[in-house]
């Protein structure tokens, strides 16, 4: 009878833990997909930065080049945190 007691609980316990590690297997996935994409996204703004700056039309008007130079800033802060730099 306790075999059978503990066999139980020990079944649950291992479906349980399956069952966890399958929801963040999943989750992680999901996490992997949505930071390639930011990536992606920085890598585009990064491209369309440097287009930008390469004109140079952006140093006429002062909030553009605040706004502009942030964005740089902001960019070479997601190529250290990716290891890009």
Known sequence: MI???LSTIFGYVIFNLFRKN????EMLKKQNDFIRSVL?????????AQKIDSTMW???DQELKTM???IKN??????????KL
């Not at 399958?22 to 297997?25: I, P, V």
């Not at 902001?74 to 290891?83: R, S």
């Open 58 to 60: 952006v140093s006429a």
């Open 74 to 83: 902001m960019q070479e802060n997601i190529k250290k945190f990716t290891g």
């Open 68 to 70: 502009f130079e942030d």
């Open 3 to 5: 075999w059978l007691w």
């Open 40 to 48: 992606a996204l920085a890598d585009n703004i990064d491209k369309t």
């Open 22 to 25: 399958a929801k963040q297997e």
